[in-house]
Nanobody, 122 residues
Framework: QVQLVESGGGLVQPGGSLRLSCAAPGFALDYYAIGWFRQAPGKEREGVSCFSSSIGTTYYADSVKGRFTISRDNAKNTVYLQMNSLKPEDTAVYYC???????????????WGQGTQVTVSS
């Protein structure tokens, strides 16, 4: 059973930064596309960013371009989402997911973490 574990969420003021981590103990992430998604209360889940190192593609939602950066540390088998210039509308539960190497922000993703809360508020 693949397990994805997110961490790094919290409360931050507008304009601040957070770095989310997605770890996969015992599961090699480098073959898969890894995506970050978020869901705010009363809204549908939306894709934030994803990348597949096996095919060299990276995607960002327009709402986060220039502010968020997805990256991976192969030695730690961990994927990160660096979030800068955070806005109140970034408030949501953030999830990481692993899927087919050709997956985009539209999917498909087979494995999901439990999520981590990000709250942007003064």
């Amino acid at each position: 059973q693949v397990q994805l574990v997110e961490s790094g969420g919290g409360l931050v003021q507008p304009g601040g930064s957070l770095r989310l981590s997605c770890a996969a103990p015992g599961f090699a992430l480098d073959y898969y596309a890894i995506g970050w998604f978020r869901q705010a209360p009363g809204k549908e889940r939306e894709g934030v960013s994803c990348f597949s190192s096996s095919i060299g593609t990276t995607y960002y939602a327009d709402s986060v371009k220039g502010r968020f950066t997805i990256s991976r540390d192969n030695a730690k088998n961990t994927v990160y989402l660096q979030m800068n210039s955070l806005k109140p509308e970034d408030t949501a539960v953030y999830y990481c997911a692993a899927g087919h190497p050709l997956a985009t922000l539209e999917g498909p993703y087979d494995y999901w973490g439990q999520g981590t809360q990000v709250t942007v508020s003064s």
